[in-house]
T-cell receptor, first 115, second 113 residues
Framework: NAGVTQTPKFQVLKTGQSMTLQCAQDMNHEYMSWYRQDPGMGLRLIHYSVGAGITDQGEVPNGYNVSRSTTEDFPLRLLSAAPSQTSVYFC??????????????FGPGTRLTVL | AQSVTQLGSHVSVSEGALVLLRCNYSSSVPPYLFWYVQYPNQGLQLLLKYTTGATLVKGINGFEAEFKKSETSFHLTKPSAHMSDAAEYFCAVSEGEVGDMRFGAGTRLTVKP
């Protein structure tokens, strides 16, 4: 199993550009989520999904869109990049937390810089 | 919504000393509580979790945490620090089995030789 994979690892955008961060998992997990990590603020939940076709907003959803057409994939779209979206983005997946001894599996992260 | 407060953004201990990282939570329902560790330039890895049952939870690498409902706390401890424990540690709370998980701001642990 590859676990949770994220592409790209690094990205530089100009203000106003759009892009999609890719996330895929091969563990047949129903639950997937996107976080951003900023210094001194920990991880903040952007969007999450409890299954294909079902998504919901987290703590900081503005400026981001998601969709979940398959169990495996959960892409994050930046509609019009802003410097405030400069961050490290993590994708995660899991089974139900009470049944999984591993909690959420995290991807390696995407480091995004918006100029 | 649920929230987590980690007391101390940076903790420094000597090798062999006790490690204590503090976490307090807020939740309107019985919470699920987690500690994750992050090594430089890596994703997060689960150390331990509390769901139900025994309030003292043992995790990997010799860490343990105790759920204290009366104090709304879930502090992480390790009796003897090792150099390899140097990392950033995050406490997290969830009000359900899946869904909205909230993380604390993190505590960076430094271990001095």
């Amino acid at each position: 199993n590859a676990g949770v994979t994220q592409t790209p690892k690094f990205q530089v955008l100009k203000t106003g550009q759009s892009m999609t961060l890719q996330c895929a998992q091969d563990m047949n997990h129903e639950y997937m989520s996107w976080y951003r990590q900023d210094p001194g603020m920990g991880l903040r939940l952007i969007h999450y999904s409890v299954g294909a076709g079902i998504t919901d907003q987290g703590e900081v959803p503005n400026g981001y869109n998601v969709s979940r057409s398959t169990t495996e994939d959960f892409p994050l779209r930046l509609l019009s990049a802003a410097p405030s979206q400069t961050s490290v983005y993590f994708c995660a997946s899991s089974q139900q937390v009470t049944s999984s001894p591993y909690g959420q599996f995290f991807g390696p992260g995407t480091r995004l810089t918006v100029l | 919504a649920q929230s987590v407060t980690q007391l101390g953004s940076h903790v420094s201990v000597s090798e062999g000393a006790l490690v204590l990282l503090r976490c307090n939570y807020s939740s309107s329902v019985p919470p699920y509580l987690f500690w994750y560790v992050q090594y430089p330039n890596q994703g997060l890895q689960l150390l331990l979790k509390y769901t139900t049952g025994a309030t003292l939870v043992k995790g990997i690498n010799g860490f343990e945490a105790e759920f204290k409902k009366s104090e709304t706390s879930f502090h992480l401890t390790k009796p003897s620090a090792h150099m390899s424990d140097a990392a950033e540690y995050f406490c997290a709370v969830s009000e359900g089995e899946v869904g909205d998980m909230r993380f604390g701001a993190g505590t960076r642990l430094t271990v001095k030789p």
